[in-house]
DNA sequence: GGGTGCGTTCCACAGTGCGAAACGCTACGT
DNA sequence: ACGTAGCGTTTCGCACTGTGGAACGCACCC
C-alpha cells in the first residue's frame, strides 16, 4: 500500500474531485475550506481539471460544477442541461452580445440555471437577475415557449397548479381560452414573447426591469429540457429587429445545447 | 483555459481513470498502450488512485479495476461484490493460509469473479481455476449454499434450466426430492459442502481437483449477493475440521463483505 | 535451459508543482 | 465619494517531486 510512492498532485486533485462529489457546485473559497488546499494550488488544479473535462465554471458567478461524467452521485436532470448550455450561452453572447438565460420549471414558476448576464458589457442592465431568481409562467416569454412546446400533460399540469394560486400574475391561467390562443400564437411564431405587461421575475417585482426577451424550448424528441432566451434593453431594440437579427442564433444555439446533452447522456 | 499552468501528473492520472473507464478491468501493460504512459510513471499513478480508492487490484491476476464510486458507466452488479470480496477473502487467506473464491451465477452454471488463490504458499494445488471458470451447480459447495439461500422465485428459474440441461452432472436437478433434501440439509447445517462425487469446474472434468470446500452465501435482507467459499487439499484436513476450525473466519467474512457492499451501495 | 513478456524497483536529473505575498475587482457600508 | 472587506487571480523564486531509462525478478513457454 503505501510502499511505493504516490503522487502528492494527483491525491490532492482527487481529494477536489471528492469535495465537489459532496457539494457540487462550489466556489474556490468553499472547495478551499472543504480540502485545505491553497487557493492557488486549487486553481492550477481546477484548471487541469477543466481541461480534462471533469469540471465545468458555471458562467452566472464563476462557481466550479462537477462534470455529470464524473459526479458519483446521480445529478439532477437539469444540472446536467445547464452544464451542456454554459459554453453555448457564452458564445452566443460573445457575438450578440446580448446575455441569454438557461430557464427550468420549478413547480408555479420557472427558475434561472445559468445565465450569461455578467458576461455582456452592459452587465449592470442585468443584475437584478441571478441563479435560482424565480420567474412566472404565463408573462414571461419563457414560460410561454415551454408552455407551448412541452407534452400536454406536463402543461395540464403546469396550469392546474396555476389556476389554484391567488396570485395577480397567475390569474391568466384561469382564463383558459386566451391562455390556449397565446400557446398557439406561440407555436405560430415558433418562439415565446413577454406578456406586454409583464416586467420580469415573478411574485409580483417592485419596479419593471425594462427588458425584452424572445425564448425557445430546449426541444428534444417531444421532451423540453428548458427554454434559452436572449434579453436585451426594450429601450435598445424592438422585439421584431431582434428576431430579424438573432432569432437564427438562437435557434442554433439551442439545438447545439440539446445535441452535446444528448452526446452527454448517451455516454452516461 | 490554456492560459494558467495545469498539472501534468493530474492530467495523466485522469487520462488513466478514463482509460479504465473504456476497460475496467486492464493489466498495466494495458493501460500502459491506451495511455502511452510509461509503465514506472503508471505505477506510481496506480498506486496513487488506489490509495484514493478509485481503483483497486483483482486478487487472481493482480489487474486493475476501476472503483465502482468513479465508474462512468452503472458496473456490473457482481463486480461491485468482487471489488467489496477482494480485500477480505485476501486477508482470509493470511489468516488461515488456505484459499477462496468469490462465485455468482452466470446462467446454467456459477463462475469465479474473485480469488486468492495465488495469495496462499501452496498455490501451485488451485492454479487450475481462474477468473471466468466455470462451475457446476448442483454439485458444488457454492452452488447448494447459493440455492439453498436464494429467494425462491430465483431457484425455480435456475432449477428449470438444469431440468432442460443433457449434461451428467446437472441430471441431479430433475430428482426433486434428492434437490430438495440436499438444499435442507445446507440450510440446516449453515454452508455448503460439495457433492461426495464432485470433481470441481463444470461441463465434465477431466481429473478431478482433489480438493474440499465450504461455501457460504453473501446473504443480504434475502437477496444473494454470491457466494464465498474455502478451499483446500482433500488430503489435508476433514471437513469437520475445517468447519470446526474456520467456519466462523467464513462467516465473519461473508459478513464483512455484505457490509462493505451494502455502503458502497449507499453512496451511490 | 535459454527466451519472452510483464510487473516492479532504482536512481540521477530536470522540470514541475508549490504557496506566501501582492494585486485587482466587486460589493458594501457610511 | 471614500474606505473596507471578501474573493479570485497573478507573480515568482525555491524545493522537491515526478520522471523514465535501465536493470532486476519472476512465471511461463518452447
Not at 86 to 99: F, G, H, N, T, Y
Not at 142 to 159: D, H, N, Q, T
Not at 203 to 215: K, N, V
Amino acid at each position: 500500500m503505501g510502499g511505493t510512492k504516490t503522487i502528492r498532485s494527483l491525491e490532492r486533485g482527487l481529494t477536489v474531485l471528492r469535495a465537489l462529489q459532496e457539494q457540487p457546485i462550489s466556489s474556490l473559497r468553499e472547495i478551499n475550506r472543504l480540502t485545505g488546499i491553497p487557493k492557488p494550488t486549487l486553481l492550477r488544479i481546477l484548471h487541469t481539471l477543466q481541461g480534462a473535462g471533469a469540471v465545468s465554471r458555471r458562467l452566472a458567478d464563476g462557481h466550479y460544477r462537477i462534470s455529470a461524467t464524473v459526479s458519483a452521485r446521480k445529478p439532477d436532470r437539469y444540472d446536467r442541461v445547464a452544464e451542456a448550455a454554459a459554453p453555448v450561452l457564452d458564445r452566443l453572447c460573445q457575438k450578440i452580445s446580448w446575455p441569454s438565460d438557461l430557464m427550468v420549471p420549478a413547480g408555479d414558476h420557472m427558475e434561472i440555471r445559468e445565465t450569461s448576464r455578467v458576461r455582456t458589457p452592459f452587465y449592470t442592465v442585468f443584475l437584478h437577475d441571478r441563479v435560482g431568481t424565480p420567474v412566472n409562467w404565463m408573462l414571461s416569454a419563457v414560460g410561454r415557449a415551454y408552455l407551448a412546446y412541452c407534452p400536454e400533460k406536463e402543461r395540464e399540469r403546469i396550469l392546474a397548479l396555476l389556476r389554484k394560486s391567488d396570485l395577480a400574475e397567475n390569474r391568466l391561467a384561469r382564463d383558459e381560452k386566451r391562455t390556449r390562443q397565446i400557446l398557439i400564437e406561440t407555436r405560430d411564431k415558433g418562439y415565446g414573447t413577454r406578456d406586454p405587461t409583464f416586467g420580469g421575475g415573478a411574485y409580483g417585482r417592485q419596479s419593471p426591469d425594462g427588458l425584452a426577451g424572445i425564448a425557445m424550448p430546449l426541444l428534444d424528441n417531444r421532451r423540453v429540457h428548458g427554454v434559452i432566451n436572449i434579453i436585451w434593453s426594450k429601450a435598445a431594440k424592438t422585439v421584431e429587429d431582434m428576431v430579424q437579427d438573432h432569432l437564427i442564433d438562437l435557434q442554433n444555439a439551442a439545438a447545439e445545447i440539446v445535441a452535446s446533452f444528448r452526446h452527454q447522456s448517451q455516454t452516461r
